[in-house]
């Protein structure tokens, strides 16, 4: 069965959507759609409104039905990249979050935070740590779900922006070991990171979009934002004089100045790798000279995004730089864990009914449940083995008793017992009461006298004491004692004499065994 996976950015200009159907053998791209944001007014809905109702009418489609979405994280998320000297997961778990807290100026408590391994090696790990205020993605959460969007992941578009090469849906990637780099130009940020591989080595968001020229052109040239932006448009109107190409030059600088720092920044590092050429991407990519200015200060080849295989079919060329990035969080949803752990719902906003939970949580429960089915079956062969062995061994016991007394093995219980029951026979020697039975009867029945049984000798059919007594009428006592029980009815006393000059009397007591079976013992007197 398909799984139809939503990629969603909400942008500052437009709402942009990509629809993923996936199977276990691949995917295809069932939908791609684009929403403009509203304008701002005086007294109006602020911006998170305003990409909520362009998201609301992407949709009220029929066709936007959805069982996981992925989420970019609007505007310029914070991110760290973080070096530490081991690259154990357990315990780059329990360090990273020492590192956040010290890079970040607010409590940890009051951020929601996640790390993705950007490249690991024998004692070192390149991390990218995504951070983001909890109040900022409770509210960003509670907007998504009024439209009836709950995501999976929320995540930083730069390092998620890797996964249209680990996808492959990049044409004309660059070949290992080389590496290229990404530029997808918003409206008010700008996405930049390296890829080989399919992995990302680097990712840096930082603030510098489309808005940023069209401001310069309004200020230099005395234009309303407005007329600034339809300058910018690559058929804009008196977009193409000397005077506001030498604006738009100006305006380009700082985004040169960012590359290049994000370029010499990832030379610096130890994953560092030769970047062969540079993917442009975003709805900035359309402003004219762009290119080429980005190029001429780089010193490296620019190229606007293409895409190939399954999602040339419903994303048009003139369209796949603006839905490069819905297109790679819908992908990230269908990579999986296997491509980037980076997720921002930790925690107290984990999502708990997406697909690939309950599908890890069934795989869970399948995997207990057969464990437990394994644990009864060995528990009870062991068991089995464990009562046939004791069975055995019970019966030769049995088999070398009988084979004792009647001269004749009998290993089935309730024979034996017959035989050795039976009258005439040698079974008749068997004492009928045994000795622990007549001792408990004689402790039940002793009262409670400050005497003391020195010697107490049990035969088949008698008993014997001797002991001693502070007086010699408790002899008298004990022998009534025992007379009371129907196994020493015939006690009798052997008298009592004084030891010495000591004040304690030595007495003897004999009587007759005349019970059948285990005596019940009675209360002591």
Known sequence: MAQRILGLDLGSKTVKAV???????????????????????????GLRDRQLAATREILSSPSYRFESAVVALPGVSASHLVTLPFADARRIEQTVQYEVEAAIPFPLDQVSWDWHALDLHPGRSDLYVGVAKKEELAALLAGLSGVGVDPAVVAPGAPTLASLWAAGVVADPVSPPDAEMGVDVGWERTHAWVVAEGRCLFARTFAWGAASLVRALARELGLSEEEA???????????????????????????????????????????????????????????????????????????????????????????APRLALPLALALRGWLGHRFQRLNLRRGEFASTRTFQDTKEKLTRLGVFGALLLVLALVSASVKVLALSRQEK?????????????????????????????????????????????????????????SLKYDHIEITRDKLHLQGTTTAAENVDRVVSALRASRCFADARSGGARRRGTEAKFEFTIDADITCDGTPTPAEKG
């Open 229 to 319: 932006w339809v300058r910018v448009l690559p058929d804009g109107a008196g977009g193409h004089g000397p005077e506001a190409e030498a604006v738009r030059q100006r305006g380009l600088a700082p985004l040169a100045r960012e590359l290049r720092a994000t370029l010499r920044a990832f030379d610096a590092r130890p994953s560092r790798r030769l970047v062969r050429q540079v993917r442009l991407a975003g709805g900035g990519a359309a402003v004219p000279g762009l290119r080429e200015a980005m190029a001429r200060d780089l010193s490296l080849p620019v190229e606007p995004f293409r895409l190939q295989g399954p999602s040339v079919e419903r994303i048009a060329p003139e369209s």
């Open 393 to 449: 061994l019970l019966d030769q016991s049995l088999c070398e008793v009988t084979q004792k007394v009647v001269g004749k093995c009998f290993d089935d219980f309730a024979v034996a017992e017959s035989v050795l029951r039976g009258h005439g026979s040698v079974g008749n020697g068997i004492p009928r009461v045994s000795a622990a039975g007549a001792l408990a009867e004689l402790a039940a029945r002793s009262p409670v006298l």
């Open 19 to 45: 629809l993923l159907e996936a199977t276990l053998r691949g995917f295809t791209v069932a939908d791609a759609a684009e929403s403009f944001v509203p304008p701002p007014s005086e007294g109006g809905p």
